[in-house]
């Protein structure tokens, strides 16, 4: 781990991403699932998973669209980052989701369907 | 990041629900934003007022965390959707304005001062050099830092409520003393407003947290204002620093050439349907410029003009307001251009602005074509 934004204790399944996510115009805020014809996660669901991306981009409000994933019970367990940035930093905040970030090396080696565990309380992370 | 025992234990969940989620939100950003600690600020400036930007969710939100919530020092907000004295004209539907309504009514219930501007360091006082605020609106933080002599990240929503309702704000890299390793050196001749708009808009593509910036001549409240909604549109970056910066410094030209690029990348049209002013919302001295260019004169079109409450109220005592209706303007007070649901491309394909941040909105948001012009073309275009 290299920094706790938001911490937590989980355990689930990656669902991976090598591109950036954009909350606010590619997720469907009442269903969970990546509405952009162009992402590689396009009609996947972010439920129950812990997802893993390079970082956040767009505009600041995609943070409500985060909270409302989680208000909809169809928030990710859990968020993984290459890059921090404010939009997920403060959407994971506020809707209690752990977030935290990783080396690129780290990043690399994380592959989607994965089971992985994290409890920030004692900074680590294991990987099955 | 340190945290004393006091914010230890809110963050923990023990001074209640909202300190604690106020707590995370600020802990995370800090994280983020690479600060070690909290600092206390005297002044919050809030974005998320819009129902036509934080939508149902953030309405929802708000709503709820204002049975609880309360801000610790004075907090002025953002513009929202409409005018509510002349919404009636604007066609919106029912469910919009009820939410927006909605949204009003939980930030006055949290102890917001309901000004609906965001040029809150042009209609408030500003404290002494160097005080802490948090900034939301990206104009008004860029403004705060590079103009008022004042301190403030460029916080997000969520940051400036937090920070609201704790009286404290991360101690990130826009608090502190910068030192930049871009310096761009303004070649454009005779600029406007326009000029600066599209030297803003360069300077956030390419700078990261602040920016040097040379070349500059004496400029007036429009053209800083325009500069510094520009430079918020495009990127991160939030200090513009005068000056040529060290010697080390990575120099960069903004002639004529940069220029036309960001001219190309914004000016979709000819001309325009309507003309819009006001983005960032006009303040008082720019009112009563706009009032003498228009002496004799009345536009063609409709013109829609963005200002705060508090700027018309004193416009129509000075009688700016009757010549500015005179002269065909449709005055709007507490929303701007920007994501503004007054404006629909249903019966507008173009409009025709002076405003780079207003050309970037209703570009990417509203999906309309945008016609660039400094003010003074416009008036020699479009009045009679």
């Known amino acids: 781990m290299k920094k706790i934004l938001v911490s937590g204790k989980v355990e689930g399944i990656v669902l991976k991403s090598e591109k950036p996510i954009n909350f606010l115009g590619m997720v469907d805020k009442k269903t969970g699932i990546i509405s952009d014809k162009n992402h590689d996660l396009y009609q996947k669901s972010l439920k129950d998973t812990v997802l893993v991306f390079p970082s956040g981009v767009g505009s600041s409000v995609g943070a409500y669209t985060i909270y409302s994933i989680k208000s909809n019970q169809t928030a990710p367990l859990a968020m993984i980052c290459k890059k921090v ?12 989701i752990p977030l935290i970030t990783i080396s690129d090396e780290e990043f690399s080696s994380i592959k989607n369907g994965m089971k992985i565990s994290f409890d920030t309380e004692f900074n680590q992370i294991h990987y099955q | ?120 360091y042009e209609i408030f006082d500003i404290p002494k050099n160097g005080t802490q605020v948090a900034f939301a609106e990206s104009n008004a933080a860029i403004h705060a830092n590079s103009y008022d002599n004042l301190k403030t990240n460029k916080e997000s929503a969520f940051s400036a409520l937090a920070s609201a309702i704790l009286g404290k704000s991360p101690y990130s890299s826009l608090r502190k ?26 300077a956030g593509k390419v700078g990261d947290t602040s920016v040097n910036i040379s070349g500059l001549e004496e400029m007036d409240k429009r053209q800083t204002k325009a500069m510094c909604g520009g430079m918020g549109t495009s990127g991160t970056c939030a200090k513009f620093i005068f000056g040529e910066g060290n010697s080390d410094c990575e120099k960069i030209d903004f002639d004529e050439k940069e220029m036309q690029n960001v001219h190309d990348e914004l000016n979709t049209a000819e001309k325009g349907d309507i003309i819009t002013l006001g983005s960032p919302q006009l303040g008082l001295d720019e009112i009563s410029d706009l009032a003498g260019k228009l002496k004799g004169r009345s536009f063609q079109k409709r013109c829609m003009v963005f200002m705060p409450r508090t700027v018309k109220e004193q416009s129509t005592k000075i009688g700016y307001t009757a010549e500015l209706e005179r002269a065909g303007c449709e005055i709007l007070s507490d929303c701007c251009i920007c994501l503004s649901p007054l404006i629909s491309k249903d019966s507008v394909d173009a409009v025709t602005t002076n405003s780079i941040k207003g050309a970037f909105y209703l570009k990417n948001s509203n999906g309309v074509d945008v016609n660039l012009k400094p003010l003074l073309q416009i008036v020699e275009d479009e009045t009679r």
Not at chain 2, 20 to 49: C, F, N
Not at chain 2, 177 to 200: A, C, F, H, Q, S
Request: with cysteine.
């Open chain 1, 85 to 96: 940035d404010l939009t997920v930093a403060t959407g994971c905040a506020l809707a209690n």
């Open chain 2, 1 to 120: 990041m340190e945290l004393t025992k006091e914010e230890e234990s809110a963050l923990k969940g023990e001074h209640g629900e909202i300190m604690q989620m106020a707590y995370r939100i600020l802990v995370a950003t800090g994280e983020a934003t690479d600060a070690e600690k909290l600092v206390p600020i005297e002044w919050a400036h809030l974005s998320g007022v819009n129902y036509n930007t934080i939508g149902d969710a953030g309405e929802e939100f708000l709503s709820g965390i204002s049975k609880y919530a309360r801000v610790k020092v004075k907090t002025t907000l953002n513009p929202m959707g409409f005018d509510i004295d002349n919404v009636s004209n604007y066609g919106l539907d029912e469910n919009f304005i009820s939410k927006q309504l909605s949204i009003k009514n939980s930030y006055e219930t949290m102890g917001v001062i309901p000004s609906f501007s965001c040029i809150p």
């Open chain 2, 177 to 202: 003393e910068d030192d930049p390793n871009i310096t761009i050196r303004m070649k454009v001749k005779n600029p406007n407003e326009l000029t600066y708009g599209m030297l803003g808009f360069f």
